[in-house]
């Protein structure tokens, strides 16, 4: 099972959701754990990770229905999941809109955003061949997977190294491995790749043990 976070101020949207998950979730794919916009999207990001969830959705506009938040919401959906990316190269995330053109503007990514009539389409064409969830669970597997296989190639080249059978390709790889993991785990705090050292061993230990440490997370939050 995949832990789902979705993201949004108006209850009645948030009803809709999770009606439209009941609806096309037959396989108890979906844990879905819903989620109000903090005043503060530092935090609120903090409050993702803390979440540990395996895919984000978030309503477009976070800042419509106010009165019953009390408080301001100063980014949209866009802003946030970006933001997060910033930190989580990659990760699954989608923005669910019913104006996709100011969200298509807003992001760097045309991507991240779907309108919101996909999924009430999908419940009246029951032949529709991609499914909104189905487009989660493949992001959500793709993500694991481009992180699971470059962990294995890090780890064999490590090992080529420590028998003596590391060439200069092989050492230009294991820095792009590395490279790509670290942005996967933490993409604010990465050392630029021109200063990584072809014999630092020690840090890439490290790394292949932080990529556990993530990947068990991610386990964990779909079981």
């Given at each position: 099972m995949y832990?789902?976070?979705y993201i949004d101020e108006d209850q009645e949207q948030i009803e809709n959701f999770l009606n439209y998950i009941?609806?096309?979730?037959s396989n108890n794919i979906f844990e879905v754990i819903t989620q109000l916009p903090l005043g503060d999207k530092e935090e609120m990001i903090?409050?993702?990770?803390k979440i540990n969830p395996d895919v984000i959705v978030s309503d477009f506009l976070l800042n419509e229905n106010i009165g019953a938040l009390g408080y301001n919401v100063p980014y949209n959906g866009v802003e946030l999941v970006e933001d997060f990316l910033s930190i989580r190269n990659k990760f699954p995330c989608f923005v669910?809109?019913?104006?996709?053109?100011?969200?298509?503007?807003?992001?760097?990514d045309v991507n991240l955003v779907y309108t919101k009539?996909?999924?009430?389409t999908e419940i009246e064409d029951t032949k529709a061949k991609v499914k909104f969830t189905d487009r989660l669970v493949k992001q959500i597997e793709h993500y694991k997977s481009r992180i699971q296989n470059a962990q294995s190639e890090l780890a064999e080249l490590i090992e080529a190294r420590k028998n003596g059978n590391a060439n200069f390709d092989i050492e230009r790889r294991i820095i792009e491995l590395d490279d790509f993991l670290e942005r996967s785990i933490d993409a604010q705090n990465i050392i630029p790749s021109e200063f990584k050292?072809?014999?630092n061993s020690e840090k890439l230990?490290?790394?292949l043990d932080k990529?556990?440490?993530?990947?068990?997370?991610?386990?964990?939050?779909?079981n």
């Open positions: 832990r789902l976070l009941d609806d096309t979730n903090d409050k993702i990770i669910l809109t019913a104006k996709d053109q100011d969200a298509v503007s807003d992001s760097e009539s996909l999924m009430t050292s072809f014999s230990d490290s790394m990529v556990d440490e993530l990947l068990k997370k991610l386990d964990d939050g779909s």
